[in-house]
C-alpha cells in the first residue's frame, strides 16, 4: 500500500505564492502518472495538474500559466507550485499516484485563498 502525504496548504491572499508537497511512502519511479486534484465546497474533484513518469505534464485551463508541476524521485516527493493565486482557486488539494496495481489519494491539503 502506498501512503502520500501532503503538505503546505493554508490560508493566504490574492496574489501570493504557494508551494504544494506530496511525499510518497516509497519509489514514484514505477508511478505511471501523479497529479494533483481539488475539490471545492459543493463542486466536484478535478484535476488541476499531473505528470507522467516520463515527464509530460497537463494543466486544467483554469490555472495554465499559473501553476507547474515537477517532482523529485530521489526524494519520492511532486509539487505543485501555484503563483498568482485566486480566490476561486480555494479548495482542498488532493496528491494523485498512479500504478498498474492501484489508483492511490492522500489525504488532503486544505488552500484557502482571500480576495
Known amino acids: 500500500?502506498?501512503?502520500?502525504?501532503?503538505?503546505?496548504?493554508?490560508?493566504?491572499?490574492?496574489?501570493?505564492s504557494l508551494?504544494?508537497?506530496c511525499a510518497a511512502?516509497?519509489?514514484?519511479f514505477n508511478f505511471y502518472g501523479m497529479g494533483w486534484y481539488r475539490q471545492a465546497?459543493?463542486?466536484?474533484?478535478?484535476?488541476?495538474?499531473?505528470?507522467?513518469g516520463g515527464g509530460?505534464?497537463?494543466f486544467a485551463d483554469s490555472v495554465k500559466g499559473r501553476f507547474t508541476i515537477?517532482?523529485?524521485?530521489?526524494?519520492n516527493t511532486v509539487y505543485l507550485q501555484m503563483n498568482s493565486l485566486k480566490p476561486e482557486d480555494t479548495a482542498v488539494y488532493y496528491c494523485n499516484a498512479k500504478d498498474f496495481l492501484g489508483d492511490y489519494w492522500g489525504q488532503g491539503t486544505q488552500v484557502t485563498?482571500?480576495?
Open 113 to 115: 485563498v482571500s480576495s
Open 19 to 21: 508551494r504544494l508537497s
Open 56 to 58: 509530460s505534464t497537463k
Open 25 to 28: 511512502s516509497r519509489s514514484i
Open 41 to 52: 465546497p459543493g463542486k466536484q474533484r478535478e484535476l488541476v495538474a499531473d505528470i507522467s
Open 1 to 16: 500500500q502506498v501512503q502520500l502525504v501532503e503538505s503546505g496548504g493554508g490560508l493566504v491572499q490574492s496574489g501570493v
Open 70 to 75: 515537477s517532482k523529485d524521485n530521489a526524494k
